[in-house]
């Protein structure tokens, strides 16, 4: 099982300029989840995926879309790119286990710069 | 105030040495809570939950104290390889709608 796989592994854009994070996951989770990560800010949830078919806002959604294409893939989209969208971005899915202790399992991670 | 508080460090600590991190958390209703470790430009990976009853794992044992929002990490025989940034993590919500909260981590560097 390859687990949870992004792509890009990095990507230098332009303000202004789109583009789309790809994410995928082999494990028949159902819950899936974009993140971005920044110095001294932590992990923060950009949105969520509770199962296929929906699409919720996290903490911080502003400038990104996503999309649920099947039960595997979770995109996101910067339709127009800002210097303030310069990150690192985790994917990760959800399995659930008993007692509500839900192991989140991540990507290898996209850094992004927007110039 | 955060909802999840981390000591960010770095805690510089010699090889065998133990080591002991914080946490606390800011809602109440806060269900379940976690300890991940993240190494160097790497993802972030499990690395225990954390039961009410306390747990622990090898060299590793975590704590919960409900009443103070708390949560402790002790890392007992330090290697050199425990150098990371670990991240205190509780969750918000239940089932299909379960969010992790994260802290922003401390930096622990094992040195020989």
């Known amino acids: 099982n390859a687990g949870v796989t992004q792509t890009p592994k990095f990507q230098v854009l332009k303000t202004g300029q789109s583009m789309t994070l790809q994410c995928a996951q082999d494990m028949n989770h159902n819950s899936m989840y974009w993140y971005r990560q920044d110095p001294g800010m932590g992990l923060r949830l950009i949105y969520y995926?509770?199962?296929?078919?929906?699409?919720d806002k996290g903490e911080v959604p502003n400038g990104y879309n996503v999309s649920r294409l099947n039960k595997r893939e979770f995109s996101l989209r910067l339709e127009s790119a800002a210097p303030s969208q310069t990150s690192v971005y985790f994917c990760?899915?959800?399995?659930?286990?008993?007692?509500?202790?839900?192991?989140?399992?991540f990507g290898p991670g996209t850094r992004l710069t927007v110039l | 105030r955060k909802e999840v508080e981390q000591d960010p460090g770095p805690f510089n600590v010699p090889e065998g040495a133990t080591v002991a991190f914080n946490c606390t958390y800011s809602?109440?209703?806060?269900?379940?809570f976690f300890w991940y470790r993240q190494d160097c430009r790497k993802e972030p990976k499990l690395l225990m939950s954390?039961?009410?009853s306390g747990n622990e794992d090898g060299r590793f044992t975590a704590q919960l104290n409900r009443a103070s929002q708390y949560i402790s990490l002790l890392i007992r025989d330090s290697k050199l390889s425990d150098s990371a940034t670990y991240l205190c993590?509780?969750?918000?919500?239940?089932?299909?709608?379960?969010?992790?909260?994260f802290g922003t981590g401390t930096l622990l560097a094992v040195q020989p």
């Open positions: 993590v509780v969750t918000q919500g239940g089932g299909a709608t379960n969010k992790l909260i």
């Open positions: 990760a899915s959800t399995r659930s286990r008993a007692g509500g202790y839900n192991e989140q399992f």
């Open positions: 954390v039961y009410s």
């Open positions: 809602n109440s209703a806060s269900q379940s």
């Open positions: 995926s509770a199962s296929e078919g929906t699409t």
